[in-house]
Nanobody
């Protein structure tokens, strides 16, 4: 599976962005789609994940209520809608696919098998 993330950019605090992650290749297998981010000098952290069916979504406490994960399997694309952005949301955002363990361990980046290249989100104050 190859992943291509897009949609990052510069936005003012309080604004919104929608990230997309297009999957190609062996997309017939079910996978959890996760979103992670990494700010300069910091560890990569979990942001959100969505199950294959789209019925279950999981969020880090720092983004709950502001970010929404979704997916449309028919077009092999996942989204991360980010509202009420804060300067501390500034990071490179990555999408990743996890093919093992179902929805378990959704926040463990080491269990994700495929990663996109990252897209930069900058939130100005």
């Amino acid at each position: 599976v190859q992943l291509q993330a897009s949609g990052g950019g510069l936005v003012q605090a309080g604004g919104s962005l929608r990230l997309s992650c297009a999957a190609s290749g062996r997309t017939s297998s079910s996978y959890i789609m996760g979103w992670f981010r990494q700010a300069p000098g910091k560890e990569r952290e979990f942001v959100a994940a969505i199950s294959w069916s789209g019925e279950n979504a999981f969020y880090a406490d720092s983004v709950g209520g502001r970010f929404t994960a979704s997916r449309i399997n028919a077009i092999n694309t996942a989204y991360l809608q980010m509202n009420s952005l804060k300067p501390e949301d500034t990071s490179v955002y990555y999408c990743a696919a996890k093919t093992r363990y179902g929805s378990a361990y959704y926040d463990n980046d080491k269990l994700y098998d495929y990663w996109g290249q990252g897209t930069l989100v900058t939130v100005s104050s």
